[in-house]
């Protein structure tokens, strides 16, 4: 039977003021339907920041678990050298292996983060810095070089085991000199610009010269015929004089040519000078 009448009045309930002809009991029950949804929906969004919350916690977890790790193989690998293997790592950290590698996908992605540890804690942040000191060409040169020797020969232990890692190592040297050389080569292209000189060559010399000493340092730790306060002095002798000719010539390869320099009989890698030669120009 129907409980309605053609009027819209609710025979059990009187008309709701804000519906008219909705009967009360009916917008009330809607409203409670509409309001546990709300709670639901809420509770739900609420569980859901909850897990949120606890996956961002985790990952915090993971990635400070993980860097404790990184630093506690370079401690490794400074007291066993640079052959020092996974067992050592292990046991310094006092984890098994199978701990270890939860937090590593396997032993080439521990050695990748090793190595850019290493990278970016020992290798770059004293070369950057000297970069940003304002000196002149002379003293900025023996300082730059003097930054990088130094840091090579104070950890040797870690520059061994980045060399000692092959392919691995050979991206982690490439990436830092290529930071090294870029912004070497900013500096020195700027400058020869603000002078009105060609600065073409600003690239090209920025990785020569940060090829030559890295290559030059990396003989220096096999070899250590010298000190290193004499590497760096020969070094810088080098690269200084590199700058000092670029300047005299204006960056030009144009002007730096044979006929513009004063002959000399003196003479590091062309052929011996002879009688026959002609030092009067």
Do not use: C
Not at 176 to 194: C, F, H, N, P, Y
Not at 255 to 272: E, I, V
């Amino acid at each position: 039977m129907n409980n309605m009448n053609y009027d819209g009045a609710d025979v059990k309930g009187e008309r709701s003021d804000k519906l008219p002809g909705v009967p009360s009991t009916w917008v009330s029950a809607v409203s409670t339907a509409a309001a546990t949804a709300a709670a639901v929906v809420n509770e739900t969004r609420s569980a859901k920041a909850s897990i949120d919350g606890r996956k961002k916690r985790w990952d915090e977890h993971k990635r400070a678990r993980r860097e404790e790790f990184v630093d506690g193989a370079l401690i490794a690998i400074r007291r066993g050298g640079p052959g020092v293997g996974m067992d050592a790592i292990a046991a310094q950290l006092e984890v098994s292996k199978t701990v270890l590698y939860r937090h590593f996908a396997d032993k080439n992605d521990l050695v990748d983060a090793v190595l850019t540890k290493i990278a970016q804690s020992v290798l770059l942040p004293p070369l950057l810095a000297e970069l940003g000191v304002q000196r002149d060409d002379y003293d900025q040169v023996h300082a730059l070089i003097k930054a990088y020797v130094t840091s090579i020969a104070s950890e040797p232990e870690l520059y061994g085991y980045v060399f000692a890692q092959n392919q691995e190592a050979d991206s982690v040297v490439a990436t830092t000199e290529r930071v090294v050389a870029e912004a070497l080569a900013a500096v020195v292209g700027d400058r020869l610009r603000s002078m009105g000189m060609d600065s073409g060559g600003a690239h090209p010399w920025a990785y020569g010269v940060v090829g030559m000493v890295q290559l030059a340092t990396h003989w220096w730790v096999d070899n250590r015929t010298m000190s290193a306060e004499a590497l760096v002095d020969y070094l810088t002798m080098l690269v200084w004089g590199g700058l000092e000719g670029v300047l005299q010539a204006h960056g030009s390869p144009a002007k730096f040519t044979r006929r513009d320099r004063t002959p000399s009989d003196q003479r590091l890698l062309g052929a011996p000078a002879t009688e026959e030669d002609n030092f009067d120009g």
